[in-house]
């Protein structure tokens, strides 16, 4: 018979984890923020102007997302970074950017879902992961719809 151990995340690995999710986090925000933007800028093709208001509200819930990470990360003792994030956005066109996105998502869902396994005697930190968890399981569902949407590639 195979001996099982659980596997548990030390405080020290649960602040490296939030951490790292905050900078995703941060880093989201402004890429969907730049893409609202560029959706408002170049075209008022109504697909598009409802493309630029989702952006909009997924860079609200990835605000609060940075907001309610920050304030784990110092009620468990961390220290926060300077959070000065510039858009990482692709040149070339929305569906570029649905990708990048996606992939974003897809990193926080697996990191989330890790934090989650691992946190053992942390309650508040471990419902606080699985609540971000379904929010970035909403924005991938919503992400992969976008791309095969007429609209990925009208924003060039």
């Known amino acids: 018979m195979q001996t099982e151990t659980l596997s548990t995340l030390s405080r020290d690995e649960i602040l490296a984890g939030l951490l790292g999710a905050l900078s995703a986090e941060d880093q989201a925000q402004a890429n969907y923020e730049a893409q ?7 075209s008022e093709a109504s697909e598009v102007t409802d ?7 997924l860079r609200d819930v990835e605000q609060d997302h940075a907001r309610r990470l920050a304030s784990r990360i110092v009620a468990l003792g961390g220290s926060l970074p300077r959070r000065m994030v510039q858009p990482q956005l692709s040149d070339q066109g929305l569906s570029e950017w649905l990708v990048h996105d996606l992939i974003g998502e897809q990193w926080a869902i ?3 879902a890790r934090l989650i396994a691992g946190i053992v005697g942390d309650d508040i930190t471990a419902e606080l992961m699985t609540e971000l968890l379904l929010d970035e399981l909403r924005h991938a569902r919503w992400l992969k719809a ?5 609209a990925a590639a009208t924003v060039e």
């Open 51 to 57: 493309l630029a208001d989702t952006f909009e509200a």
């Open 36 to 42: 609202a933007q560029s959706c408002r800028h170049h």
């Open 110 to 112: 697996v990191e989330y």
């Open 146 to 150: 976008a791309l095969r949407s007429p």
